[in-house]
Nanobody, 119 residues
Framework: QVQLVESGGGLVQAGGTLKLSCAAS??????????LGWYRRQAPGNNVELVAEITRDGTTNYADSVKGRFTISKDNALTSSYLQMNSLKPEDTSVYYC??????????WGQGTQVTVSS
């Protein structure tokens, strides 16, 4: 089992910055995490979309809508992930979820942290 706790969300004006953190804890499974990713849900009923993800070797992947504005990083052990969000826009408003992807298709999700960007 892996538990994920997100933090760092809040209310910010357009053009502002926030930094989200995701901390993984639990059993020895945390050492089997292959990637940590950030996802968000744009509107009620919509599927979550990938915002950014980072693998154990540091490979990153970003949604086109956040490239150049958001930066994902991790600690050496891949038990924590950080999402630096700059130049925030109202359309970035959402609940942001952290996901850990392990071997054999196992996934764990955090409870989410609310990000609200006012215009």
């Amino acid at each position: 089992q892996v538990q994920l706790v997100e933090s760092g969300g809040g209310l910010v004006q357009a053009g502002g910055t926030l930094k989200l953190s995701c901390a993984a804890s639990g059993s020895a499974s945390i050492h089997s995490i292959n990637s940590l990713g950030w996802y968000r849900r744009q509107a009620p009923g919509n599927n979550v979309e990938l915002v950014a993800e980072i693998t154990r070797d540091g490979t990153t992947n970003y949604a086109d809508s956040v490239k150049g504005r958001f930066t994902i990083s991790k600690d050496n052990a891949l038990t924590s992930s950080y999402l630096q969000m700059n130049s925030l826009k109202p359309e970035d408003t959402s609940v942001y979820y952290c996901k850990a992807a392990l071997q054999f298709g196992l996934e764990y999700w955090g409870q989410g942290t609310q990000v609200t960007v006012s215009s």
